[in-house]
């Protein structure tokens, strides 16, 4: 079966502007979270969505929003970038809510430049 | 503060030796989860633990709750497991990440 898809892949934007991330989980996962990595900061965990609900949230400002649909898909918005945005996105989908209770499977990223 | 420190930040390891890598955590988890990364950029998740231990073909996995501590083990080490290893875990509604361990296996 298809894994999780992530797209884009890849995108340029300049501070200021804002970005939506989307992200397709596995066919019957119901959750899924997002994640930042970066060279300085390593992983750190964004949001979790479940049944279309923000579940669990990391320490970031604001501009960083998400939503999930009915059919599980999930995007994720950052607002008025900066240059400290530029990251991998990455998110991730499972069975059930709550990363500590369910195997998490990956997609490939988003990886997001901010000039 | 790190909530989760691993050890070694980096590893480089002979084909064929058994390879350690340490993670320990100073919050209390529900979970704890060992994830591989290769360049580029794609993370699999290789095990979720939250007692004992698994095993899963050459790799497995420890975590001792009490000491908050716990171990990924690789044996008979093959280049394909150079990557970047990370160790998570859960607390409450939060999720933490150590700075992984960067393992190449020379043949």
């Known amino acids: 079966k298809a894994g999780v898809t992530q797209t884009p892949r890849y995108l340029i934007k300049t501070r200021g502007q804002q970005v939506t991330l989307s992200c397709s989980p596995i066919?019957?996962?119901?959750?899924v979270s997002w994640y930042q990595q970066t060279p300085g900061q390593g992983l750190q965990f964004l949001f979790e969505?479940?049944?279309?609900?923000?579940?669990n949230k990391g320490n970031f400002p604001g501009r960083f929003s998400g939503r999930q649909f009915s059919n599980s898909r999930s995007e994720m918005n950052v607002s008025t970038l900066e240059l400290g945005d530029s990251a991998l996105y990455l998110c991730?989908?499972?069975?059930?809510?709550?990363?500590?209770?369910?195997?998490?499977?990956f997609g490939a990223g988003s990886r997001l430049t901010v000039l | 503060k790190n909530e989760v420190e691993q050890s070694p930040q980096n590893l480089t390891a002979q084909e064929g030796e058994f390879i350690t890598i340490n993670c320990s955590y100073s919050?209390?988890?529900?979970?704890l989860h060992w994830l591989q990364q290769h360049p580029g950029g794609g993370i699999v998740s290789l095990f979720m633990?939250?007692?004992g231990k698994k095993k899963h073909g050459r790799l497995i996995a420890t975590i001792n709750i009490q000491e908050k501590h716990s171990s990924l083990h690789i044996t008979a080490s093959h280049p394909r497991d150079s990557a970047v290893y990370i160790c998570?875990?859960?607390?409450?509604?939060?999720?933490?990440f150590g700075t992984g361990t960067s393992l190449t296996v020379i043949p």
């Open positions: 633990l939250s007692s």
């Open positions: 919050v209390g988890i529900s979970a």
């Open positions: 969505y479940f049944s279309e609900t923000q579940r």
């Open positions: 991730a989908s499972s069975l059930g809510v709550g990363t500590g209770a369910n195997v998490l499977t």
């Open positions: 066919s019957g996962h119901r959750s």
């Open positions: 998570a875990v859960n607390s409450g509604n939060q999720f933490y």
